[in-house]
């Protein structure tokens, strides 16, 4: 049952952030405003569902899985790491949320970087 409250739920989110990429795209943007925009409502979106977590943790396991990690998943997984960093705040593990949100940016950007220039030297020869 587990399995498909995160399919039907990252279902919904993958459809949501289409169409929300889609509401906000404009041609003529420079910078991923669409991206930037889904990503901080994720987060405000997270932050809304888990503080209702806390407060009625009998729906816990369930709305989180459907919500969370299926909704919030498919939409952006953008709101787990912010929701994962808030917590290492909330827990007063402050030089651990900053380590963790710098370096799944940096890394994350070159790793992207390694595999594309990875793929793209192969596909040349």
Same mark, same amino acid.
């Given at each position: 049952?587990?399995?498909?409250?995160?399919?039907?739920?990252?279902?919904?989110?993958?459809?949501?952030?289409?169409?929300?990429?889609?509401?906000?795209?404009?041609?003529?943007?420079?910078?991923?405003?669409?991206?930037?925009?889904?990503?901080?409502?994720?987060? =405000?979106?997270?932050?809304? !569902?888990?503080? %209702?977590? *806390?407060?009625?943790? @009998? +729906?816990?396991?369930?709305?989180? &899985?459907?919500?969370?990690?299926?909704?919030?998943?498919?939409?952006?997984?953008?709101?787990? =790491?912010?929701?994962?960093? !808030?917590?290492? %705040?909330? *827990?007063?593990?402050? @030089? +651990?949320?900053?380590?963790?949100? &710098?370096?799944?940016?940096?890394?994350?950007?070159?790793?992207?970087?390694?595999?594309?220039?990875?793929?793209?030297?192969?596909?040349?020869?």
């Amino acid at each position: 049952m587990n399995w498909i409250l995160v399919a039907m739920g990252g279902g919904i989110g993958a459809c949501l952030r289409y169409g929300a990429g889609l509401w906000l795209f404009k041609p003529s943007m420079s910078f991923p405003w669409p991206t930037w925009w889904i990503n901080i409502v994720g987060c =405000f979106a997270a932050g809304i !569902f888990f503080a %209702f977590s *806390q407060k009625f943790p @009998v +729906l816990q396991q369930e709305a989180r &899985l459907f919500l969370m990690v299926g909704i919030l998943g498919g939409f952006t997984t953008f709101s787990s =790491f912010g929701l994962e960093t !808030f917590q290492l %705040f909330r *827990q007063g593990q402050t @030089v +651990l949320a900053l380590s963790y949100a &710098l370096l799944s940016l940096v890394v994350g950007v070159i790793v992207l970087g390694i595999g594309f220039y990875l793929l793209d030297s192969v596909l040349k020869h």
